[in-house]
């Protein structure tokens, strides 16, 4: 389908609206409506210096601000002003900017703007996005350090009525207690602006700031799900080189995986414990938890702030239990586990000549069924991270095994038990 609006067109395929669970009561997913066709007030709130389409399955705002004037707002009521406010709440967003905080000209300016207003008599604060952090507007508290050029998960949640929380990609931003009892009113609002006057590296504004949203969801709090799926899978073994030949100081694996739980979920980082048989100094830790593109609500990626120790096992004990008992409520616990053995491609937790007669039978058996480049093939077969599965992970798993080429030598290491 084809939309029109400013000066943009975009072409699309219109798609099957997603089937949620009961817990989420609204997901605006901005595949190919705008937000005032999916339930916002404020149809043409990009206007003046402001044009905005659909493009990837995203809401799309461009602000040009160089009169300070470039600004869009978009409204939604979750209870109506006399109403009765849910007891408990979770508003999510997915941002992207092309302009990062440091460009605010030493302003704590909004680039995007994400609110949530629970039940209270004061306003409550906003969040103003940027493409690598998140700032309270009170300027009391940021996230800064994001990656620019993705999309970040922003979230609000209420569990007990009485205090809410705000995270950037799995970091608390702020907690707040709820200052004043209101009428029942509760909403979201979204949108973004220049800065005003003053703003941009030349204080003449930002040219050609544009805003992505890739959804807007929101629900009530339940706790208890489990992980029933993780990619690479629990209990993987990676058995490829830990260092590229040539380059011993520069390590290789896994810094990041998904989980997936059996009902859509809120995840931050204070939800993971991380423990391995690696020395503290080698242990990773959760840096960021964020939502991957096209997930339904029920999908996390976490990102580690090292890679996954060579020669170790690693296990992840994901818990909403502490956040559960903190409101009266029951949690669960789910346990993700990978272990890395450089050249244990039998997966029998000992790296010796047995893995190269597993390796041959692994390259034998995908070249006749076609499979070498499956992601399955690559995670067990593709020994030098190549990208293709070929004789010369043979060659790179006798070397990881003898120690040649500048590798460590790993024939006859085993991973150590667990404590």
């Not at 950037?168 to 200052?179: E, P, R, S, V, Y």
């Not at 020669?311 to 994901?318: K, S």
């Not at 409520?329 to 597993?358: I, R």
Request: glycine share 12%; hydrophobic share 35%; with cysteine.
């Amino acid at each position: 389908m084809s939309r029109i609006r400013g000066l943009a067109i975009v072409v699309g395929i219109a798609v099957p609206a997603p089937v949620y669970s009961d817990q989420i009561e609204f997901a605006y997913e901005a595949t190919d409506t705008f937000p005032w066709e999916s339930g916002f007030l404020g149809p043409g709130a990009c206007s003046f210096s402001c044009v905005d389409w659909l493009e990837d399955g995203h809401y799309v705002a461009n602000v040009d601000p160089g009169d300070g004037n470039g600004v869009y707002n978009y409204h939604r009521w979750i209870t109506m002003p006399g109403g009765q406010e849910p007891a408990t709440l979770w508003v999510e967003c997915a941002f992207r900017s092309n302009y990062s905080y440091l460009d605010s000209n030493g302003f704590v300016l909004d680039d995007g703007r994400f609110k949530v207003e629970y039940d209270e008599t004061v306003a409550s604060p906003s969040t103003y996005l940027w493409g690598d952090a998140a700032f309270d507007s009170s300027v009391c508290c940021a996230v800064t350090g994001m990656a620019m050029g993705e999309f970040h998960t922003h979230r609000f949640e209420i569990a007990d009525g009485l205090s809410s929380r705000r995270w950037a990609d799995g970091k608390l931003l702020m907690q707040t207690t709820i200052c004043c009892e209101g009428a029942g009113t509760t909403y979201i609002q979204f949108g973004g602006s220049a800065g005003g006057l003053g703003g941009g590296p030349d204080g003449l504004g930002y040219p050609n700031m544009t805003d992505e949203w890739n959804y807007i969801r929101y629900g009530l709090i339940t706790f208890g799900e489990v992980v029933i799926a993780s990619d690479p899978p629990s209990g993987y073994i990676d058995p490829r080189q830990d260092r590229p030949v040539g380059m011993p100081q520069t390590l290789q694996g896994l810094d990041r995986f998904t989980v997936t739980f059996n009902e859509p979920n809120g995840l931050h980082i204070g939800n993971i414990t991380v423990e391995s048989t690696a020395p503290v100094a080698l242990r990773p830790n959760v840096q960021w938890v964020t939502r991957p593109e096209g997930d339904d609500g029920d999908t996390w990626e976490i990102r580690l702030d090292k890679r996954i120790p060579p020669g170790h096992r690693t296990r992840f004990i994901i818990s909403d239990e502490a956040d559960a008992v903190a409101v009266g409520q029951v949690g669960a616990s789910s346990v993700v586990e990978y272990a890395y053995l450089p050249a244990d491609v039998n997966g029998d937790e000992t790296a010796n000549t047995q893995d190269l007669l597993a390796l041959v039978q692994g390259l034998n058996a995908c070249l006749v069924g076609g499979t070498c480049g499956s992601p399955e093939s690559l995670l067990h077969r593709d020994v030098n991270r190549s990208g293709t599965v070929n004789t010369q992970d043979l060659l790179r798993t006798v070397q990881l095994l003898n120690g040649t080429q500048t590798l460590q030598p790993w024939n006859g290491v085993s991973l150590p038990d667990w404590p």
